[in-house]
Structures are given as C-alpha cells and as structure tokens.
Nanobody, 122 residues
Framework: QVQLVESGGGLVQPGGSLRLSCAASGSIFRIDDMGWYRQAPGKERELVATITSSGSTNYADSVKGRFTISRDNAKNTVYLQMNSLKPEDTAVYSC????????????????WGQGTQVIVSS
C-alpha cells in the first residue's frame, strides 16, 4: 500500500508564509508527477501546482509568483512554499502523487493525502 501524509498547515495572517510538506511511503517503485490541490468551502477542488520527476513545474495563475513547488525524490516528498498569503488562499490543501508501485507488473495509480487546512486571516 502507499500512503501520503501532509503537514505544515495552520493559521497565518495575510502576507504571511507557510510551507507544506507531503511525504509518500509504502510499496513505491517510482513517483512521476506530484502536485498540490486545494478546495475552499463551497468550491470545487482546484489545481495549485504540479512538478514532474525532473523538476518541471506548473502553477495556477492565482498563485504564480507567490507559491513555489519543489520535491526531494530521494525522500519521496513534495513541498509547497506559500508566501504573501491572501485570505482567498484559505482552503484544505491536498497532495497527489502519480505512483508506480513496486509490485509485479508495476501498476500505476494516483494517490492522495488526507489534506491539511490552511487558514489565512487576521
């Protein structure tokens, strides 16, 4: 089995910063794309940022220039550095990993973390 565990959420004032982490563990052969998504109350889940195994990144327009996604392949971990936070960034942030499992036939599946709450408020 594969598990993704996020950490780093919390309450922060507007203009502040947070760093989220998401560590994958279990029967992993390789992880290709990893990403962060968020869902605000009453809204659809939306993509925040993605990163390939080689480090190519993609960001939602709403976070460009403020958020930075990175990863440590040796640790199967993806990070999201969030700066200049705004109240509209308030949401549950979840990570996703495109995992190839270390089992016969190397099955590929997407796995999700449980989510971490980020609240931006004064």
């Amino acid at each position: 089995q594969v598990q993704l565990v996020e950490s780093g959420g919390g309450l922060v004032q507007p203009g502040g910063s947070l760093r989220l982490s998401c560590a994958a563990s279990g029967s992993i052969f390789r992880i290709d794309d990893m990403g962060w998504y968020r869902q605000a109350p009453g809204k659809e889940r939306e993509l925040v940022a993605t990163i390939t195994s080689s480090g190519s990144t993609n960001y939602a327009d709403s976070v460009k220039g403020r958020f930075t996604i990175s990863r440590d392949n040796a640790k199967n971990t993806v990070y999201l550095q969030m700066n200049s936070l705004k109240p509209e960034d308030t949401a549950v942030y979840s990570c996703k990993a495109d995992v190839i499992k270390a089992s016969p036939f190397r099955p590929r599946s997407d796995y999700w973390g449980q989510g971490t709450q980020v609240i931006v408020s004064s």
